[in-house]
């Protein structure tokens, strides 16, 4: 401290140091006036917190209101008051209450003045806000949205209630009230949920574009109800004009050939796995080709791939006039000794790529000959290094081998013939026995082995192939009014899940009993649909005033579908077991309703075996299919088509011809 002369006093350490006299502190400045707030708008945090408020206080005094009747499937909800459009009004262009006094604000908005009978207003600030006048050019903003424009979006009186939908309105079906009003009942009601039909749009837009891409690329095959002859003249393998005629499946749905429609992914049984019956026909052609010899025009206008019988024109009697016939044998036997052959344009002699040398050195028979990619000289300079040796090579092969039909024959022709019969021309090989038919008839992505089907995937491609556009129209008819329906109800997950299983298993099932029949369509996957009507009746059947009713017309649906499986090119099998699996799945998939815990635990366990039964039953049918096919079976081509007309149903012939030659 210090002293009372105003010297500082010593310090503790002896040390001593001089300091100023302190001066007299100033007066103490008085704090500035409070500046008022300046106005301004509300922070974020707190308009936010404000909205949230009221939508929860607004939402609690309607539900003390209102009853749960208003929200049931049965009855509209109440209609909007002027109360409710002065509380948007007070929203809107009221004044902002703060956040403090809120809470007992906005109990007082439920507050009920006995003696007049009218709610307290929301606002008690003295300053009125007033509405701004907006005018029709005013760019920003609009006109207010009324709360009567927002009632039916809060209604859900016009669901999709289960035991009726598009189906029981049609037939007029009535529920008991007495079961309804139920409060358990009403509940389970009130609590399923509504779905948009996504899968039904998304289904039946790939079906659509499909369809119109597969006529943009292959155009519309014969319209009719048999079999269309076409005829011309044509350049064959004998260079002559000679007229000729082929037939080819016509169909009334105005859409693409049979060939086509199995090139775009049909339900085609030798397509999905080895068939013996073609098998063995390849091998017997095989055969045949064995014996065959390169047939060279004595005139050197060309030479082809035949038999003997075959090389020079029949009825001559010297039939070496015309052609000669070039076989190697004993005692003038091809390279390495060969007896096999000769083939026209192709000898292992005169092939750089692949070269037959050991250890890949070419057979001694013609049937295993590959396909030469590079020869080494071209055929004059054959013919000139080799004399009459390699005449086969020196000639212009005119013949090559040509895919027809849908049960993978091959002949050797002409490319003319062969465009003119719609078939696949092999410039690049020599023999049938070098190309695979099969691959060319089924298209798609290639077989992994050769000569060796897999194409398992037609079971599932094929649903959205159809074979015309009054196919088209008819699928889209049904999937349009009842799929659409049952989606709204069930959701897309479970009606893709029937839809597309149904349809599967109607495939896999028409493929084991009818293999060479090429079909199209959703026929299955329809029946399963219709299997979900059904379930729903059953699972509503406490609910119906006339069950046993709307029971009766849904199988005369049936059977009226039924009967219109016997036409060509819609498939019986695939209604039946598309309609079986459908039922096994729809049981167990579909949303039920309990009328006790008894009943409850029941369908749980029925829930179970129909998953299992329909695993089973989709097992089996593969494993059948592989295991044990139909070839023959004459009763099932008349349970998917009867011949109604003449050649009605000529394109589900099972009989497979290989042609020597046309």
């Given at each position: 401290?210090y002293g009372?002369?105003g ?28 500046v ?19 939508v ?48 007992q604000?906005l109990d007082?908005v ?28 005013w ?5 207010r ?47 399923m949920?509504?779905?948009?039909p ?6 039946s ?5 499909v ?18 002859t076409?005829?011309?003249?044509v350049?064959v ?6 007229q ?62 035949s038999?003997k ?10 039939k ?10 004993s ?15 192709l ?20 049937t295993?000959?590959?396909?030469c ?7 004059s ?5 080799a ?9 212009e ?25 719609k ?33 398992l995937?037609r079971?599932?491609?094929s ?30 997950l ?8 149904s ?10 009993f009818?293999?060479y ?13 219709l ?18 009713r709307a ?10 579908l039924?009967l219109?499986?016997?036409?060509p ?14 039922f ?14 008894y ?13 299992v039964?329909a695993a089973a ?6 494993a ?19 011949p109604?007309a003449?050649?009605m ?14």
């Amino acid at each position: 401290m210090y002293g009372a002369s105003g010297a500082a006093p010593r310090e503790a350490r002896g040390q001593t140091r001089e300091r100023p006299d302190v001066l007299p502190a100033p007066a103490p400045l008085e704090p500035p006036p409070p500046v008022p707030p300046r106005p301004g708008k509300d922070s974020v945090a707190r308009l936010t917190l404000t909205g949230l408020s009221y939508v929860v206080t607004a939402v609690t005094r309607r539900s003390r209101q209102s009853t749960s009747a208003q929200w049931s499937r049965s009855f509209r909800s109440s209609p909007s008051t002027a109360h409710d459009e002065a509380d948007v009004d007070d929203v809107f262009f009221g004044p902002q209450p703060l956040a403090s006094p809120l809470n007992q604000h906005l109990d007082d908005v439920d507050t009920v003045d006995g003696t007049k009978g009218a709610r307290s207003p929301v606002g008690t600030s003295s300053v009125e806000y007033r509405r701004p006048d907006r005018s029709v050019s005013w760019g920003a903003g609009g006109i207010r949205i009324h709360t009567p424009m927002l009632e039916p979006l809060a209604d859900n009186s016009n669901r999709r209630q289960f035991g009726m939908g598009v189906v029981g309105r049609f037939f007029r079906r009535s529920l008991r009230k007495s079961v309804t009003n139920q409060e358990e009942v009403s509940r389970q009601l009130d609590e399923m949920t509504d779905y948009r039909p996504y899968f039904t749009w998304w289904v039946s837009t790939v079906q659509t574009l499909v369809l119109l891409l597969s006529l943009l690329c292959y155009g519309f095959g014969p319209v009719g109800f048999g079999r269309h002859t076409h005829s011309g003249q044509v350049l064959v393998k004998s260079l002559s004009l000679q007229q000729v005629e082929w037939e080819e499946p016509a169909s009334f749905w105005l859409g693409p050939r049979a060939a086509d429609l199995i090139h775009l992914g049909a339900k085609f049984a030798p397509c999905m796995r080895k068939d013996a019956r073609i098998a063995r026909a390849i091998a017997a052609s095989a055969r045949r080709e064995r014996d065959t010899a390169c047939c060279i025009r004595n005139d050197d206008s060309g030479c082809v791939q035949s038999s003997k019988a075959d090389c020079s024109i029949r009825g001559l009697v010297s039939k070496n006039t015309i052609s000669t016939w070039k076989k190697w044998s004993s005692g003038e036997s091809g390279p390495g000794g060969r007896i096999s052959g000769s083939v026209c344009g192709l000898d292992p002699k005169f092939c750089e790529a692949p070269r037959s040398i050991a250890p890949h050195e070419w057979p001694d028979d013609i049937t295993k000959w590959p396909i030469c990619r590079k020869s080494v000289i071209d055929g004059s300079a054959a013919a000139g290094r080799a004399g009459h040796a390699a005449e086969h090579m020196a000639c212009e092969v005119i013949g090559h081998p040509c895919c027809i039909g849908v049960h993978g024959q091959c002949v050797i022709t002409t490319r003319e013939h062969c465009d003119f019969v719609k078939g696949y021309f092999h410039e690049e090989a020599s023999l049938c026995s070098q190309v695979s038919c099969l691959d060319d008839v089924c298209g798609m992505l290639p077989f992994m082995r050769r000569r060796r089907p897999d194409q398992l995937y037609r079971a599932w491609t094929s649903l959205f192939v159809h074979a015309g556009l009054l196919h088209l129209a008819a699928t889209l008819a049904l999937q349009w009014l009842f799929m659409r329906d049952l989606e709204k109800m069930a959701g897309p997950l479970r009606i893709a899940s029937i839809y597309l299983g149904s349809g599967v298993a109607g495939n896999m099932a028409s493929s084991l009993f009818e293999p060479y029949r090429a079909e199209v369509g959703p026929a299955g996957s329809h029946f399963g649909l219709l299997a979900c009507l059904i379930v729903e009746v059953i699972g509503a059947w406490p609910l119906l005033r006339h069950p046993r009713r709307a029971l009766l017309k849904l199988i005369g649906i049936a059977i009226a579908l039924f009967l219109l499986g016997l036409l060509p090119w819609i498939d019986n099998f695939a209604h039946v077991f598309g309609f079986v699996f459908g039922f096994l799945l729809s049981y167990a998939l579909l949303p039920f309703i309990s009328f006790g815990t008894y009943e409850r635990r029941r369908k749980i366990v029925l829930v179970w075996i129909c998953l299992v039964s329909a695993a089973a039953m989709m097992c089996a049918l593969i494993a059948l299919f592989y295991a044990a096919p139909a070839y023959e079976c004459a009763a099932c081509a008349y349970f998917t088509c009867l011949p109604f007309a003449p050649d009605m149903c000529a394109s589900q012939d099972v009989r497979v011809r290989q042609l020597d030659g046309v």
